[in-house]
């Protein structure tokens, strides 16, 4: 199939104005006769709630926590990026988009990136405006702070707690058009199926976490802000319940599947300290602001580290990236410490951390200083770890964080289904191959404040929507097949546990899909996960029944679709011939160990097209042109 992004034609900087003037518009008493459906409340979700509502369209928004506030994007911690250029250090629209292309090492689209920069500063003014705490400088400006891949500031925070900050911000948005009626709010329920008819996505099939209840709901379109698949890998920084049920089963029924293999590691997570746990804490990047990365010089260098001295230690990432230092982009940060755990220079008794030291900082700034930025992270490590930051390194190692990957969509967030918009971090549309740090919640909130509620006015109205009823028989078809696997894995009553299972995947996804790849490695992790799907479909339990609260069961689903959703990663690592951002193959390497980009036959986007159960998906490719910037070799030194 030939993927037709829809970029709009004209001048980069001038695209997306002349977009939004040709787009169709719905007269407001129209638009109260459209019913939009959101599934997903975090700040792509409740943005694009609370706004298409305001606009007038009514909208059912549904999401898997009690509350709408408890999404995973409340865990962002360390700010959101703008081109305001309030610090006068030469920022511009300009300067974001380039930072973003290159930050994602040409695998974005430039189109898309520049709107993103364009309207990044919508977002601040729209955020303070719904009275979101921003930090500001001593004049009473919204403050800003340095990210990985920049040389300007201008990440807005609120202290560690910026994602927690926006979500109230889009929350309160959304709760107001709940009390006004406009949008009808579901919690606790886990949609499990998108109905298409005729071609257009008309419905959800959804499961109520609470009563078991399958319930099926129309709309003239479906809005997916479903997140990230980080937790295929089963530990990472996400929440518990952050999973990629909604994105694989419209991948199943004609969403097309974009760079599913580009993940992201983080570079400053706390290390894994046993074999039960089931969750890595991040400490922000913005800590890379002020902390200085470290290894002792010696391996055999066995010292507490304020017993080694300063000739004795390696800052390693300042030393081979003098001009951003320890703010190089996470993949780059990523790769350097997995680089110096390999040659035996890992700190901690697995040997697996680098440290990440304030102590200068503190010197410089002062406790009281340090602590009014990252307190409550400092905190958080503490009780972790129980060491203190402020006396004693952290001790930090990567740990997969975000998904660059997800459904394909075009320049309108429509995916390859008519009427199924993607939005947030289940789409994957500007990030390339790496995302810069603070850019994830300026995605989010620039697609559900900014482009959706335009964009789906032009589908809205360009399209003939005939009546549809719960009663079509596309709905019973979908809720047989829920129904059939619900029961199926419910009867296996094997020995193993949905978390075993987990577990082990996670375990073959680190070691062969992670911070490195290589051809073998990935083929060998095909079958091991071919094989383990075979047997958690026979050797899996699923304690408890299907008309209760049964988190075993919503973890099984969730689950069985990482199997097959591991799978594809695996197949497009394979089938990516080239190293780029997050996506590094040992195969293609610079002589000073880059990712190596093959731009003659990899300049493309790998849409993955679902063909069957057992059959091979088919690959199609969206071309990337680069018109506006010149393709190089990433450099951070
Ligand atoms: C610890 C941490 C810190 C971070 N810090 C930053 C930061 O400082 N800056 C930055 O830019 N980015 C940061 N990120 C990344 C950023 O938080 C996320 O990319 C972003 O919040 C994702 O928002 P979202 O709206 O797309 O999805 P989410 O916030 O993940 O929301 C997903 C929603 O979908 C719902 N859902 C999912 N599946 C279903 C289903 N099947 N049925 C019904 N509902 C469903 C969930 O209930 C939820 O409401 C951080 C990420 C982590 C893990």
Redesign the pocket.
């Known amino acids: 199939m030939k993927l037709d992004a829809k970029i709009p034609g004209g001048p980069l900087a001038e695209k997306w104005d002349k977009h939004r003037f040709e787009l169709k518009l719905v007269n407001p008493a129209n638009k109260r006769k459209f019913e939009i459906i959101v599934?997903?409340?975090?700040?792509?979700?409740g943005s694009a709630s609370a706004s298409l509502a305001e606009l007038g369209y009514n909208v059912k928004t549904?999401?898997?926590?009690d509350s709408p506030r408890r999404?995973?994007?409340i865990?962002?911690?360390?700010?959101?990026n703008a081109a305001k250029n309030y610090t006068n250090e030469g920022d511009s629209i300009w300067r974001l988009f380039y930072d973003t292309i290159k930050g994602g090492d040409f695998r974005a689209r430039e189109a898309n990136v520049y709107r993103l920069a364009q309207v990044s500063n919508n977002i601040i003014d729209q955020c303070v405006a719904q009275g979101v705490p921003f930090a500001r400088d001593y004049g009473g400006l919204l403050a800003n702070r340095s990210f990985g891949g920049a040389q300007v500031q201008r990440t807005f925070y609120a202290r560690g707690q910026?994602?927690q900050q926006l979500l109230l911000g889009a929350y309160s948005a959304l709760m107001r058009q709940i009390g006004t009626g406009k949008v009808k709010m579901f919690p606790r329920?886990?949609?499990l199926d998108i109905v298409v008819i005729n071609g257009k996505a008309r419905g959800i099939v959804?499961r109520n976490l609470i009563t078991g209840e399958i319930e099926t709901h129309t709309g003239d379109a479906v809005v997916l802000?479903?997140?990230?698949y980080g937790n295929v890998y089963f530990l990472s920084?996400?929440a518990m319940?952050?999973?990629a049920?909604?994105a694989f089963r419209a991948y199943k029924k004609g969403a097309f599947f974009a760079n599913p293999c580009f993940t992201q590691i983080h570079p400053t997570c706390i290390p894994v300290h046993g074999d039960y746990q089931s969750k890595l804490t991040?400490m922000?990047e913005s800590l890379r602001n002020d902390g200085r990365v470290w290894v002792p010089k010696n391996p055999e260098d066995k010292r507490r580290p304020h017993q080694i001295p300063e000739s004795d230690r390696d800052y390693y990432l300042e030393n081979k990236y003098p001009s951003f230092g320890n703010l190089v982009p996470r993949d780059v940060a990523s790769r350097n410490a997995k680089e110096q755990c390999d040659i035996g220079k890992g700190v901690g008794e697995t040997g697996l951390a680098v440290y990440l030291d304030f102590e200068d900082a503190i010197k410089r700034d002062g406790k009281d200083a340090i602590e009014k930025k990252y307190g409550n992270l400092f905190q958080m490590y503490e009780k972790i770890t129980a060491e203190n930051p402020y006396e004693t390194p952290m001790m930090i190692y990567p740990a997969i964080?975000?998904t660059m990957g997800g459904l394909w969509v075009d320049y309108n967030l429509m995916s390859t289904i008519d009427g199924l918009f993607v939005l947030?971090?289940?789409n994957f549309s500007d990030h390339g191959a790496n995302r810069l740090?603070?850019?994830?919640?300026?995605q989010?909130l620039a697609d559900g404040y900014f482009v959706l509620p335009y964009t789906i006015g032009g589908y809205l109205t360009g399209t003939t929507l005939e009546e549809v009823t719960t009663g079509h028989s596309a709905f019973k078809e979908s809720i047989t097949s829920v129904n059939d696997s619900i029961e199926k894995l419910l009867s296996i009553n094997g020995k193993r546990t949905v978390d075993d299972f987990h577990k082990q995947l996670g375990h073959i996804m680190w070691d062969y899909c992670g911070m490195a790849r290589n051809d073998e490695g990935l083929k060998k992790a095909r079958g091991m996960v071919q094989q383990l799907k075979e047997e958690f479909w026979e050797n899996v339990v699923v304690p408890g029944s299907k008309k209760d609260f049964n988190q075993s069961l919503e973890r099984a689903g969730r689950v069985a679709d990482f199997l097959e959703f591991g799978e594809l990663m695996l197949i497009d690592a394979i089938s990516r011939q080239e190293s780029c951002g997050g996506h590094f193959n040992e195969a293609y390497q610079t002589a000073e160990n880059e990712a190596l980009r093959d731009d003659e036959n990899f300049c493309h986007v790998s849409a993955w097209e679902f063909t069957g159960k057992d059959n091979e998906p088919v690959l199609n490719k969206e071309e990337l042109k680069f018109e506006n910037v010149e393709l190089t070799q990433r450099s951070y030194k």
């Open positions: 599934v997903g409340t975090g700040l792509a979700g549904f999401c898997i926590q999404a995973h994007s865990a962002a911690q360390g700010g959101i910026t994602g329920r886990e949609m959804a802000c479903t997140g990230g920084t996400n319940a952050s999973n049920t909604a991040l922000s964080h975000y947030g971090e289940a740090g603070a850019s994830a919640l300026m989010g």
